[in-house]
């Protein structure tokens, strides 16, 4: 069975800086696997490379099969793959429930005319419409505060509502850039639960986290960045004990 | 004639340029465009005007005080209307600037009584030196030098000065400077002053080359020299330098080749033009996205 | 009563009341391409002459019916809304600010210099076809028209470029797409404004449609509450009427309305009306009501 997302040989330049160089990757349909590294590794890049907010250097992305490198972020989403951001992308003065709507965008297809009309097509999709966002509410538990402006709601709520946001559009797969940072041991494990009601909705998740106990719970596999380049790949435990992985971390002994 | 006109374009050009200074380094500082800006070069004008017939000063003199006068004003401006809406949407300041353009035109209207253009008295003999083809008046000359003059002391305060050099921070990330300590709002202010002064001294010139002012002057050189900004590149000082010289040059030549109907849209379309092939403007940077 | 019927009838206020309609839907144009969408638009007037001028010069030289006009005069401004916003809309920031600016000094310098449009001695003898019941129809129909595209899932990606470009286009939108498709519904309202303009005033000149034109309708879409289409409404209401009130000040008028422009920013930056959300309050209404009802229920 080939690979659901294949990243070949991405490369990424930032004027003379060498984002991330040279990196494989490769994610079998239903995986979670998490990508960890130092601040400043080239993880976030890769989340951007691939959701198409920046075209690679070199190198190529392949989703389902087919070749996604340089499309534009809103094919890429209707092809099945759906993100959240690490420094927080909320439509912030929308309320939640809105907020989520438009996380449907590409399910439905009413313009103006259908917008003006209100064909009963139109009123129909937009039940369905309401109906899945009220679902992927409950799922990331924000159902009771739909009419909430998204900017009034806590740290850890936005958080989630990004989750709910990315979930409405039914994608193949959930890139979630630091789901957990900011939160506390509780939301935590909460989050936890929720991704892997996720996972067993058949939802591939590939995640950008820092917080390794977090990481190494939840993970089929783990892939290490370190100055753009991948320094290890394994299960939980393989990567944990890798002696690269730990002077990466730590800082080698000798200097 | 070809020098003719490109001494004659350079001369207009070096006006819109010290104009487009101004709305460039606040631009590159708090992104507001500043459209008061062509009322304080307007002040400076009057200012320079009523030093001349009231006062007797000899024309240097008027223009220090032109630059002083503009300098105080451009700062209450900024205190008064746009300080306080620093945290509110991007339209706000932007709302306030056209409130303050529409109260310092009628009010210098009021002073004047009325909206008619004033006669500005011929401060400069005018006599015409010859250099080969081209014919340089006296005022032309003075209009060069002093350009030429102020703006590489800009350069110099931005480059070499302390204060320069908090500008130059502040304009590449307005947090960060803040964070490291540097008082911005100093900074702000500051910027306001430098590019009223240069912008009072173009008035002056301006009023001394075409011999003539009024309280609405500022509405359209202040557009052309905002397009001499964004051409050059908005945020980059020796593109609104070069961006003002390159618009006045164009509208000489485009007149003298018989647009002169089209005179006050030869600026703007340039503008559409440079946008389309080079969106950062001729010196500008180009925008990394950040997510 | 008598005094109120001759109010309504007096020719002097239906003359204003008509204006204020025109602008209104100027107004509502602009709502949808700031408020809404959330892009800068410093050539608005500019529009507005494109449709006032096409309209105009369909009645005197093809004698064609004023609705069709009309209609010409609006789908005229969205096609030039649309061949200024491509260009404009590849590049990401204010850059639709500056093309407009500069596009509604050029449109003035172009119908001064045309022959057919009367150059700058202006164009008259339109055929006078506006009045007060026909603007305040296309008020009514451009306010229901916007209300259902705002909620709508097209008005919902407007809002979501408004709110943040990056996040919208992960979720699927193209953002010069709708970016287009707003800012020709905005042109097209501006449009239809300029034709109903032109048919009331029964004269144009270019000098009417400057920056300052452009900046006035700006205004009314900012003080009132930007996003808000009661706040536009409103907006436009006392600012149309303003100078109307004003004009015991005399030669202080526009001192005191400029003033009045930088106090309103910086006590109330988003304007009149700005963050009141009616819906939400109805819904928060109906909500209550339910609740006490099912309430009762259970006493009873």
């Known amino acids: 069975m080939s690979a659901l997302l294949e990243l070949k040989g991405m490369t990424i330049h930032f004027g003379g800086l060498i984002a991330v160089d040279n990196f494989d990757f490769q994610l079998e349909k239903g995986q979670v696997v998490a990508l960890i590294g130092p601040n400043g590794a080239g993880k976030s890049t890769v989340f951007n490379v691939i959701s198409g907010i920046y075209p690679p250097t070199a190198g190529k992305v392949f989703f389902n099969g087919e070749d996604i490198t340089n499309m534009k972020p809103y094919h890429i989403k209707t092809r099945g793959i759906a993100r959240t951001f690490q420094n927080i992308h909320l439509f912030k003065k929308l309320s939640v429930l809105d907020n989520v709507r438009i996380g449907c965008h590409c399910r439905g297809r009413t313009g103006v005319l259908g917008a003006l009309t209100r064909l009963p097509g139109v009123k129909a999709e937009e039940k369905v419409i309401l109906e899945k966002s009220l679902e992927v509410l409950e799922i990331v538990g924000l159902a009771n505060k739909q009419e909430e402006t998204a900017n009034n709601l806590a740290y850890g709520e936005q958080r989630r509502l990004e989750i709910a946001r990315a979930l409405a559009a039914e994608p193949l797969l959930l890139l979630l850039d630091e789901p957990a940072a900011g939160m506390n041991p509780n939301e935590k494990k909460n989050l936890m639960e929720m991704l892997k009601r996720i996972r067993a909705m058949g939802i591939t998740i590939m995640l950008v986290e820092h917080d390794m106990k977090f990481v190494m719970s939840i993970s089929d596999r783990v892939d290490v960045l370190n100055y753009g380049q991948k320094i290890a790949s394994g299960t939980p435990a393989e990567v944990q004990n890798d002696p690269l992985v730990i002077t990466a971390y730590l800082g080698s002994q000798t200097g | ?291 | 009563m008598e005094a109120i019927i001759s109010t309504f009838t007096n020719p002097y206020y239906l003359q204003v009341a008509s204006i204020m309609g025109v602008y209104m839907i100027a107004a509502l144009g602009l709502h949808l391409i700031t408020g809404v969408t959330g892009q800068f638009s410093f050539g608005h007037a500019a529009f507005l002459s494109i449709g006032a001028y096409t309209s105009a010069l369909m009645s005197l030289y093809l004698g064609t019916p004023f609705i069709l006009n009309l209609l010409v005069g609006g789908l005229m401004a969205a096609l030039w809304g649309v061949l200024l916003g491509i260009p404009s809309f590849k590049l990401t920031g204010d850059y639709l600010g500056i093309t407009t600016l500069g596009f509604g000094e050029i449109v003035k310098v172009v119908f001064i210099n045309m022959k057919i449009t009367g150059g700058a001695g202006g164009l008259g003898g339109i055929p006078r076809e506006t009045n007060v019941v026909v603007v305040y129809s296309i008020v009514v129909l451009a306010i229901w028209g916007l209300y259902r595209l705002q909620n709508s899932r097209f008005g919902r990606a407007l809002l979501a470029i408004r709110e943040d470009e990056i996040a919208a286009e992960s979720m699927g939108i193209n953002p010069l797409l709708y970016k287009l498709k707003g800012f020709a519904l905005g042109t097209f309202l501006a449009g239809v404004s300029g034709a109903l303009y032109a048919h009331l005033m029964q004269y144009l000149n270019p000098a009417d449609f400057g920056f300052s034109r452009s900046f006035e309708i700006l205004n009314f879409v900012v003080l009132g509450g930007l996003g808000s289409i009661p706040g536009t409404v409103l907006g436009t209401s006392v600012l149309t009427l303003a100078p109307e009130f004003l004009r015991f000040v005399r030669e202080y008028r526009m001192l005191i309305y400029g003033a009045l422009m930088v106090t309103m920013m910086i006590f109330r930056p988003y304007g009149l009306l700005g963050g009141i959300d009616f819906g939400k309050m109805f819904r928060r209404y109906r909500a209550q009501r339910k609740s006490m009802k099912d309430k009762k229920a259970v006493q009873g």
């Open chain 2, 1 to 291: 004639m070809f020098w003719q006109q490109l001494v004659n374009g350079v001369t207009l050009g070096s006006t819109y340029a010290l104009i487009a200074l101004g709305y460039t380094m606040v631009y590159g500082i708090i992104q507001l465009i500043n459209f008061a800006h062509g009322e304080v070069y307007m002040i400076g004008a009057f200012t320079g005007l009523i030093m001349v017939v009231v006062y007797k000063v000899n024309f240097f003199v008027a223009m220090l005080a032109a630059m002083l006068a503009c300098t105080v004003v451009a700062v209450v401006i900024e205190k008064v209307a746009y300080r306080p809406l620093r945290n509110s949407p991007r339209l706000a300041p932007l709302i306030s600037a056209l409130g303050v353009s529409t109260f310092l035109q009628t009010l210098v209207t009021l002073i004047r009584g009325g909206p008619n253009p004033l006669p500005f008295p011929q401060v400069i003999q005018d006599t015409v030196y010859i250099l080969g083809p081209i014919r340089f008046s006296k005022v032309q000359v003075i209009i060069l030098i002093l350009a030429s003059l102020l703006m590489v002391f800009l350069q110099c305060t931005v480059k070499y000065t302390k204060i320069g050099k908090a500008m130059r921070a502040a304009s590449e990330d307005y947090a960060t400077a803040r964070l490291m300590g540097i008082n911005v709002d100093r900074v702000v202010s500051f910027t306001f002053g430098l590019g009223a002064a240069l912008a009072g001294a173009g008035g002056v010139l301006v009023g001394m080359y075409f011999n003539s002012i009024h309280p609405f002057m500022g509405v359209t050189v202040g557009l052309k020299a905002f397009c001499a900004a964004v051409v050059g590149g908005i945020g980059s000082i020796p593109g609104a330098m070069m961006g003002g010289i390159f618009l006045g040059v164009a509208e000489v030549f485009g007149v003298a080749m018989g647009f002169d109907t089209y005179k006050e849209a030869i600026a703007f379309a340039l503008l559409i033009l440079v946008l389309l092939v080079k969106p950062t403007g001729l010196f500008g940077r180009p925008i990394q996205r950040k997510v």
